[in-house]
């Protein structure tokens, strides 16, 4: 296996030929480099969103998600995703109440944000988010946008 995938694929966005296309190939791209780090450092682990939760619960991940965001911030553009306020994404396979993922201000952690994250990810990749739906566009945007300063900044300040 190659390692250090995941900053080709941040090469990419930057530099590669696609970097003005859709928020929505720009954030499988990104999802790209992120579940190739995850891949590299947990092989142990089966689930993809137990290797979300494990980094998740990083102290180096935490801190950087602190020095990062201003989260009071980071939630307002959240909630402006959706044309009557977002306070959660729900997995809209099951849509049960129980599955919703919330980012605010009772729910602001950085395993909170990953939850949401990776749910978008989930609803994204299973067909249930599409360019031609204003609220899943503008979410998509803040998911990749948000997660692209994260983790660029996270990859930068990584000393493998």
């Known amino acids: 296996m190659n390692q250090n995938k995941y ?8 530099h590669g030929i696609y970097s ?5 190939l720009k954030f499988a791209i990104l999802w790209l480099s992120f579940n190739a780090y995850l891949n590299e450092r947990n092989s142990g682990i089966e689930r ?18 602190e020095e990062t965001f201003d989260i009071k911030k980071l939630i307002n553009e959240f909630k402006a995703t959706r044309s009557d306020g977002r306070e959660f994404v729900e997995n809209v ?16 952690t950085f395993l ?3 939850k949401v994250i990776y749910q978008i990810r989930c609803n994204f990749f299973h067909g249930d988010k599409i360019p031609l739906d204003n609220d899943d566009k503008k979410l998509v945007q803040w998911a990749y946008s948000s997660f692209f300063e994260y983790w660029s900044k996270y990859i930068e300040n990584k000393k493998n």
Request: charged content about 35%.
């Open 48 to 65: 993809d969103f137990d290797k979300v939760e494990n980094f998740s619960n990083g102290t180096s991940a935490i801190i950087q998600f």
């Open 20 to 24: 003005e296309d859709t928020p929505f």
């Open 93 to 108: 396979r099951t849509k049960k109440t129980a599955y919703r993922k919330y980012f605010n201000s009772e729910n602001n």
């Open 7 to 14: 900053k080709d694929w941040l090469d990419f966005l930057r």
């Open 112 to 114: 909170d944000y990953m």
